[in-house]
């Protein structure tokens, strides 16, 4: 999808690197609740799906099975924070925590759901899909190779990747303030590094990780949005 050398292979590696760190916490990160584990497992497979679709080869990948994925990632984070007993705090501020991982998994399943419509459109022209809405040919020096040029998706995505900017530099902010005041040691650590309260030596440090890296595939989002335009 992303036609310019340089910044797909930025995405590439961006995308690549957040799903390596989602699947190590999904999997090392014993100590916490499932739904922690199974929210970082979400958050790779949405980093997989991401580095695919910055390549023309990933254009191709069915697109409901994804759409029915991160659709059902999205409902699934609001419902954890309302439902699932153990959660810690008030179930106010759980889901004011979980609506931004819904709005990211709600706008990958948008993503998908509009570019697979568009190719359709294309592939109901006849070969004719530079004359489509949505099926635009790259012109020279252009970022992507299909917009959403002509149609109201265009919009969307523009709104979207606003949000997601938004969230981006709110993510990354309050993981630099997590990570600059986190005790570097504690006492009483597990094998994974967290104590029997989750908090642990580096618990800190790992929250300003999830933080940042949450605002980097935010960050990531939103620069595929804005070449979608």
């Keep these: 999808m992303i036609t310019a050398t340089g910044l797909r292979w930025i995405l590439t590696l961006l ?4 799903t390596v760190y989602g699947l190590w916490r999904a999997l090392a990160a014993r100590s916490h609740p499932w739904t922690a584990r199974l929210a970082h497992g979400l958050h790779a497979v949405m980093a997989l799906a991401m580095f695919a679709m910055a390549w023309p080869w990933g254009m191709d990948l069915p697109g409901t099975p994804q759409v029915v994925l991160f659709s059902a990632a999205a409902v699934w984070f609001v419902l954890a924070a309302l439902t699932v007993p153990g959660v810690p705090g008030p179930r106010a501020r759980a889901l004011a925590n979980a609506l931004p991982h819904t709005v990211m998994t709600g706008a990958m399943a948008w993503m998908v759901a509009a570019m697979s419509s568009a190719m359709s459109m294309g592939a109901g022209g006849g070969g004719q899909a530079h004359d489509m809405p949505g099926m ?3 012109a020279p020096g252009a970022t992507a190779t299909m917009t959403l040029d002509g149609t109201g998706d265009r919009w ?3 709104v979207l990747a606003v949000a997601l900017l938004a969230l981006a530099l709110w993510w990354l902010a309050k993981g630099f303030d997590t990570g600059r ?3 570097r040691t504690t006492s009483g650590a597990g094998a994974d590094g967290a104590g029997p309260d989750g908090a642990g030596p580096d618990g800190g440090v790992h929250a300003a990780w999830d933080l940042g890296c949450h605002g980097l ?6 620069v595929m949005f804005a070449v979608m335009t």
Excluded: I
């Design 15 to 18: 995308f690549c690197a957040l």
């Design 217 to 222: 595939m935010a960050l990531g989002m939103a």
């Design 136 to 138: 635009d040919m790259p």
């Design 181 to 183: 005041l986190a005790p």
């Design 156 to 158: 969307g995505a523009g």
